[in-house]
């Protein structure tokens, strides 16, 4: 059949759009942290500081679109050449490099490691913890 899939695609294609998807995964873990993370505080800003209420949505909007630039501003570099991207375990997923022991992928994993999943869940942290205070006040 002409319009079949194994025969339209060659099984490198398929690796290819395999693992574009897999990276697009990578993205979106981080973002949905980094979201997380801008939640928590917009609900500790919102609970806690004086600030007059506004209908404005330039700060939801910010709050948004940060996350997806920080996002991107974490995982493009190992496209650049800042560590790599692989496939992990049984090739189901890819992602990065974590077995790889040179200076450069040690440094983007320990970067990554402290603002992609130390500095959000310390915000969320610190956000609850004062939200649950303000609460037993």
Same mark, same amino acid.
């Given at each position: ?34 979201? !997380?993370?801008?939640? $928590? +505080? ?5 609970? &806690?500081? %004086?600030?007059? /209420? ?25 496209? !650049?050449?800042?560590? $790599? +991207? ?5 090739? &189901?997923? %890819?992602?990065? /490099? ?40």
């Amino acid at each position: 059949n002409v319009f079949d899939r194994e025969e339209l695609f060659s099984e490198a294609d398929k690796n290819a759009e395999n693992g574009n998807a897999k990276k697009v995964k990578i993205i979106k873990c981080i973002v949905s942290l980094i979201s !997380l993370a801008v939640l $928590s +505080y917009e609900r500790y800003s919102t609970l &806690t500081l %004086c600030h007059k /209420r506004s209908h404005d949505f330039r700060k939801a909007l910010l709050a948004v679109g940060g996350s997806w630039i920080y996002s991107l501003v974490w995982t493009v570099p190992p496209l !650049l050449g800042w560590s $790599s +991207y692989g496939v992990e375990g049984a090739g &189901t997923s %890819c992602s990065v /490099r974590w077995s790889s022991e040179s200076a450069e992928s040690t440094s983007y994993i320990i970067c990554l490691f402290i603002f992609c999943l130390v500095v959000p869940v310390m915000v969320m942290v610190y956000c609850y913890g004062r939200l649950l205070y303000a609460v037993k006040q």
